[in-house]
């Protein structure tokens, strides 16, 4: 695709995030008239059989695409990744104790903001490495009595993630285990035999912002605090199909075009997730194995829990950071800033971005080198 400059640059950003094209190329074409209905989608009401219809396809897309199990529920909501970070403690603490593994800037986050509902417990940290690799879960000192367990499964900021998720009940937790996956959510499956909760914003990887996903196991509904907000009260949105208030409808139709475009993907004989997980590997080693075949780019981050979403990298020589940002956008290549708390650079190669994306950064990165050498 092509814009009045020429072809449409790569964009990594970290969020809001680059999207298939052919997804915002089929939101243009309904734009003003959705399947003949004379209305776009964001003129329906939500309650109306047109909005119904693409609201069910999405949920059911969405549990076919995660091999979501039948006793999940599926929840669209507003309030993003730092909404759920109060939502959740509000729906799962009853007041008690929740265990906190902080790992990077996001989980730090969820465990401030749980502090105000509940007994907020660090059981573990990997402050004093810098957040660059991931504490083992054999020294998690989980509690006996903890309502649930927070993990953020991939550290947007740090470039951290998980490569399988931790198994609780192995650990001798009976907690269920809570999982802030927005930034790599539907990149990879998910084991769902040790999960309770998982949430996450759709602007990393599903679509627009203003869309929260939250996928929640049936026996941890109805246990809210009394202070919870109706509208954040997992259980009635539960009870309502996600329509309890005015669910964000544009983020669930652009988020279901997007589900429809993850199923059709292949990768040789694998399709679906399983087809873009193939992919992300294939984009992340590339990029990394580049960074670490030079001296002239480093990346800090122990390499067993590299995020396969988000990399941050760093130019031996900081005084060339601004020269290379210059070059990058020149080069079509944009979003590259590192976040302010970590400084250098960052590029987020989410499900959207192709490997051409990043065989693009990769040889330009090698002609920067080359030029300064
Ligand atoms: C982006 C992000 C958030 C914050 O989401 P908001 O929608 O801005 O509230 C939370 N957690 C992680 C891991 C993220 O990447």
Same mark, same amino acid.
């Given at each position: 695709m092509t814009t009045a400059a020429g072809p449409r640059p790569y964009n990594f950003s970290a969020g809001p995030a680059a999207m298939p094209e052919a997804v915002l190329q089929r939101a243009a074409a309904e734009m003003l008239d959705w399947n003949g209905s004379g209305m776009g989608v964001m003129e329906m009401s939500h309650r109306g059989k047109e909005f119904g219809a693409i609201c069910a396809q999405a949920e059911a897309d969405l549990r076919e695409l995660l091999a979501v199990p039948s006793q999940f529920h599926i929840l669209f909501m507003q309030g993003g990744g730092l909404g759920e970070n109060a939502i959740v403690p509000m729906n799962l603490s009853r007041g008690g104790r929740a265990d906190f593994v902080v790992t990077g800037s996001w989980s730090i986050k969820s465990h401030k903001e749980a502090r105000r509902y509940c007994e907020a417990a660090v059981v573990a940290s990997n402050a004093e490495d810098g957040h660059t690799r991931l504490p083992d879960p054999a020294g998690w000192k989980l509690s006996a009595d903890a309502s649930y367990v927070h993990v953020c499964t991939n550290e947007t900021i740090n470039g951290?993630?998980?490569?399988q998720l931790p198994d609780l009940a192995a650990l001798g937790s009976k907690a269920p285990l809570v999982i802030d996956f927005s930034s790599h959510v539907a990149s990879r499956p998910v084991d769902w035999s040790r999960v309770g909760l998982a949430f996450g914003g759709a602007?990393?990887?599903? +679509?627009?912002? +203003?869309l929260t996903i939250v996928i929640v196991r049936d026996d941890l509904l109805g246990h809210a605090l009394e202070i919870c907000p109706s509208a954040f009260n997992y259980k009635t949105v539960a009870d309502n199909g996600s329509m309890y208030n005015t669910p964000p409808t544009w983020g669930i139709y652009v988020a279901g075009l997007t589900f429809q475009w993850l199923k059709a993907q292949t990768e040789g004989a694998l399709t679906g997730v399983a087809a873009i997980q193939a992919r992300n590997v294939a984009k992340a080693k590339l990029l990394y194995d580049f960074i670490d075949g030079s001296d002239f780019y480093l990346n800090k981050v122990d390499p067993g829990c590299r995020s396969r979403m988000n990399v941050p990298f760093f130019l031996a020589d900081e005084a060339r950071n601004e020269a290379f940002l210059a070059g990058a956008r020149a080069a079509g290549l944009l979003q590259l800033k590192g976040h302010k708390s970590v400084g250098g650079m960052r590029a987020s190669i989410y499900n959207a971005m192709p490997l051409a994306g990043v065989q693009a950064l990769v040889g330009y990165m090698r002609e920067f080198e080359r030029s300064r050498a």
């Amino acid at each position: 695709m092509t814009t009045a400059a020429g072809p449409r640059p790569y964009n990594f950003s970290a969020g809001p995030a680059a999207m298939p094209e052919a997804v915002l190329q089929r939101a243009a074409a309904e734009m003003l008239d959705w399947n003949g209905s004379g209305m776009g989608v964001m003129e329906m009401s939500h309650r109306g059989k047109e909005f119904g219809a693409i609201c069910a396809q999405a949920e059911a897309d969405l549990r076919e695409l995660l091999a979501v199990p039948s006793q999940f529920h599926i929840l669209f909501m507003q309030g993003g990744g730092l909404g759920e970070n109060a939502i959740v403690p509000m729906n799962l603490s009853r007041g008690g104790r929740a265990d906190f593994v902080v790992t990077g800037s996001w989980s730090i986050k969820s465990h401030k903001e749980a502090r105000r509902y509940c007994e907020a417990a660090v059981v573990a940290s990997n402050a004093e490495d810098g957040h660059t690799r991931l504490p083992d879960p054999a020294g998690w000192k989980l509690s006996a009595d903890a309502s649930y367990v927070h993990v953020c499964t991939n550290e947007t900021i740090n470039g951290i993630e998980f490569q399988q998720l931790p198994d609780l009940a192995a650990l001798g937790s009976k907690a269920p285990l809570v999982i802030d996956f927005s930034s790599h959510v539907a990149s990879r499956p998910v084991d769902w035999s040790r999960v309770g909760l998982a949430f996450g914003g759709a602007q990393k990887n599903l +679509g627009p912002a +203003g869309l929260t996903i939250v996928i929640v196991r049936d026996d941890l509904l109805g246990h809210a605090l009394e202070i919870c907000p109706s509208a954040f009260n997992y259980k009635t949105v539960a009870d309502n199909g996600s329509m309890y208030n005015t669910p964000p409808t544009w983020g669930i139709y652009v988020a279901g075009l997007t589900f429809q475009w993850l199923k059709a993907q292949t990768e040789g004989a694998l399709t679906g997730v399983a087809a873009i997980q193939a992919r992300n590997v294939a984009k992340a080693k590339l990029l990394y194995d580049f960074i670490d075949g030079s001296d002239f780019y480093l990346n800090k981050v122990d390499p067993g829990c590299r995020s396969r979403m988000n990399v941050p990298f760093f130019l031996a020589d900081e005084a060339r950071n601004e020269a290379f940002l210059a070059g990058a956008r020149a080069a079509g290549l944009l979003q590259l800033k590192g976040h302010k708390s970590v400084g250098g650079m960052r590029a987020s190669i989410y499900n959207a971005m192709p490997l051409a994306g990043v065989q693009a950064l990769v040889g330009y990165m090698r002609e920067f080198e080359r030029s300064r050498a």
